[in-house]
């Protein structure tokens, strides 16, 4: 078991530029999730997969947001046209089921300049 | 929807004192809840569970009892340490089509002073 991985750790871009995140969860976890944390905040949830089925999404995740899980393992988080509002640690979970826990990947963090 | 109030930090405490951090929430049904704890500079990391009704979930000496009457889920710890200094977060996980969607208050930060 190696954890939750997330790649790339940092990422900064200009405005308007589009960037893609990729979360490698757990293997044997159905479960992934996104969320947003911002400075002094809580994660915000942003959407969830059961294996390649993605079944909720956030009304925080604008149209410009993107996420994909093909064959039900990694994901893909995509955000076209990046504001600097956009700026903040994006966060990967995986769980098995939804009352045992999830567990988390070390977080992308976005600078939009 | 789902929502959680946390007690409000920083909390400041010198070691071997007792913590308690207060959380309150509200969700339809019966959710599971969770603490998790954010080291510095490192991610979340699950710390304990309960999934219903007065289960007292517990690790590394933290300690918390599902209390469905006052929809409260306390964080308590009978002597902290110096390492215990984190930001930490309740969180109620959905039902329903949502099933395991956490909801975060807004995280407590705790200090421990030698």
């Known amino acids: 078991d190696t954890g939750v991985s997330q790649d790339p750790r940092h990422k900064i871009t200009k405005r308007g530029q589009n960037v893609t995140f990729r979360c490698d969860p757990i293997?044997?976890?159905?479960?992934l999730y996104w969320y947003r944390q911002t400075l002094g905040q809580g994660p915000e949830f942003l959407t969830y997969?059961?294996?390649?089925?993605?079944?909720?999404k956030s009304r925080l995740l604008s149209d410009r947001f993107s996420a994909e899980r093909p064959k039900g393992s990694f994901s893909t988080l995509e955000i076209q046209r990046t504001e600097q509002g956009d700026s903040a640690m994006y966060l990967c979970?995986?769980?098995?089921?939804?009352?045992?826990?999830?567990?988390f990947g070390p977080g992308t963090r976005l600078t939009v300049t | 929807g789902d929502s959680v109030t946390q007690m409000e930090g920083p909390v400041t405490l010198s070691e071997e004192a007792f913590l308690t951090i207060n959380c309150t929430y509200t969700?339809?049904?019966?959710?599971?809840l969770f603490w998790y704890v954010q080291y510095p500079g490192e991610g979340l990391q699950l710390l304990l569970k309960?999934?219903?009704?007065?289960d007292k979930g517990s690790n590394k000496g933290f300690e918390a009892t599902y209390r469905k009457e006052t929809t409260s889920f306390h964080l308590e710890k009978g002597s902290v340490q110096v390492s215990d200094s984190a930001v930490y977060f309740c969180?109620?996980?959905?039902?329903?089509?949502?099933?395991?969607?956490?909801?975060f208050g807004q995280g407590t930060i705790l200090t421990v002073h030698p």
């Open positions: 979970a995986s769980s098995s089921d939804g009352i045992r826990g999830q567990y």
């Open positions: 293997s044997e976890h159905n479960r």
């Open positions: 997969f059961q294996n390649e089925a993605q079944l909720e």
């Open positions: 969700a339809t049904g019966y959710p599971s």
């Open positions: 309960a999934t219903k009704a007065d």
């Open positions: 969180a109620p996980a959905a039902g329903g089509t949502s099933y395991g969607k956490l909801t």
